[in-house]
């Protein structure tokens, strides 16, 4: 088993950037396939961004595709996601999930472990 916690989230204007971090701890880190979501009011969770266990594949959505990028390190217990030229749409609760199952996740994965989330809110 995995805890995740994440951090980083905050109050920023438009165009600005944000640093989202996620620890874990528990399990070895490297085993878990690593993803990023995010849940607006009023909307269904959607996935963001993910990345594979050794870090050698990742994905992302359409709609952070060139502004945002994942990575992690594994002697940190740590996955990472950089944003930049945040846009107000992008305001939303992020989560990090994990999950040992698989080498690669991704978008249409079902992760098993997910932290409490970290508010990002993005100003006009």
């Known amino acids: 088993q995995v805890q995740l916690v994440e951090s980083g989230g905050g109050l920023v204007q438009a165009g600005g950037s944000l640093r989202l971090s996620c620890a874990a701890s528990?399990?070895?880190?490297?085993?878990?396939?690593m993803g990023w979501f995010r849940q607006a009011p009023g909307k269904e969770r959607e996935f963001v961004a993910s990345?594979?266990?050794?870090?050698?594949?990742?994905y992302y959505s359409d709609s952070v595709k060139g502004r945002f990028t994942i990575s992690r390190d594994n002697a940190k217990n740590t996955v990472y996601l950089q944003m930049n030229s945040l846009k107000p749409e992008d305001t939303a609760v992020y989560y990090c999930?994990?999950?040992?199952?698989?080498?690669?996740?991704?978008?249409?994965?079902?992760?098993?472990?997910w932290g409490q989330g970290t508010q990002v809110t993005v100003s006009s």
């Open positions: 990345i594979s266990r050794n870090g050698g594949t990742t």
């Open positions: 528990g399990r070895t880190f490297s085993v878990y396939a």
């Open positions: 999930a994990a999950d040992s199952r698989s080498l690669v996740g991704g978008p249409g994965y079902q992760y098993n472990y």
